[in-house]
């Protein structure tokens, strides 16, 4: 099984420099970042609204705080199960693992609202445009994952199983789940998205946000069926029902609203300013 192979063969540390270690779990953030950074500069030229490489740094340096805190708080709200009121400290310990991607959306979201007071973007203008490079975050953070040995899946007999024995996995055969939702929520929504962003002229605001809410709750939803819930968690109802799929049903819901809404108003894309007007 090649893949069992190749996951037993990466070291989850890239580098360490004396008592320094640097994870591929923290490059994944800092590239995915990086990488979403660079999207909104060509999209929003693309679609010629004039933007500063100054500008895109504070938009990404805001959403960079927001997505870590909101990820953190995200997972100590909905898979903290009480462990943290009792520990309140360890909710600082984030070498320790635990971040929410529901809350990690949020953070994002209020970190490039506020970003954008200076920048100038219509606030849903910039939400497209951080949602086209967005998948490419999840594309890493989740093969950092694979990397990490964490959020495994069920056990199988195909010819790709891992098996995950050095992270607690036991001596069998699991779904990579995580290379699932890499190709799912990274690699296919940024190929929709990016292909939808090079049509002229640009599709009207809401439509980027809207398809990837749609997307992403749908992906995360299916591959959860593969995926082993978290275990302090367990299956909420059912035998299946986990909390990874009661917190993507929203954000369908919220997706096709957006996109029906996007339709209506059929608003361009551009500047607050032109919005007012």
């Known amino acids: 099984m090649w893949l069992n192979d190749l996951y037993h063969s990466i070291d989850p540390i890239a580098l360490s420099v004396g008592p320094l270690s640097i994870r591929w779990y923290g490059l994944a953030y800092l590239f995915g970042f990086f990488a979403t950074g660079v999207m909104i ?98 594309f890493l953070g989740r093969c950092a994952n694979f990397v990490n040995g964490e959020l495994w899946g069920k056990e199988t007999s195909l010819p790709w199983g891992v098996m995950f024995d050095d992270a607690g996995g036991g001596a069998v055969f699991r779904h990579p789940s995580q290379l699932y939702e890499a190709l799912l929520e990274g690699l296919v929504i940024f190929c929709v998205l990016y292909a939808l962003s090079r049509r002229q002229p640009p599709r009207p605001k809401g439509t980027f946000i809207g398809t990837f809410l749609m997307l992403y709750g749908c992906f995360r939803f299916l591959v959860e069926f593969v995926r082993l ?31 029906v809404w996007a339709h209506k108003t059929n608003a361009p894309q551009g500047w607050a300013e032109e919005a007012e007007a």
């Open 229 to 259: 819930p978290d275990q302090q968690m367990g299956y909420l109802a059912w035998g299946w029902l986990t909390m990874g799929q009661v917190l993507s049903l929203p954000l369908v819901i919220a997706g096709v609203a957006m996109l």
């Open 41 to 138: 500069y060509r999209v929003a030229r693309r679609w010629r609204l004039e933007v500063s490489a100054d500008d895109v740094v504070t938009i990404m340096t805001a959403v960079a705080c927001g997505v870590i805190i909101g990820a953190r708080l995200g997972y100590v709200l909905f898979y903290g199960k009480g462990y943290y009121l009792a520990h309140p400290l360890a909710i600082l310990m984030l070498n320790e693992g635990g971040m929410s991607f529901h809350g990690g959306l949020v953070g994002a979201i209020v970190g490039a609202y506020l970003a954008n007071r200076e920048v100038g973007f219509a606030p849903l203008t910039l939400i497209d445009l951080g949602s086209i490079g967005a998948p490419i975050g999840l």
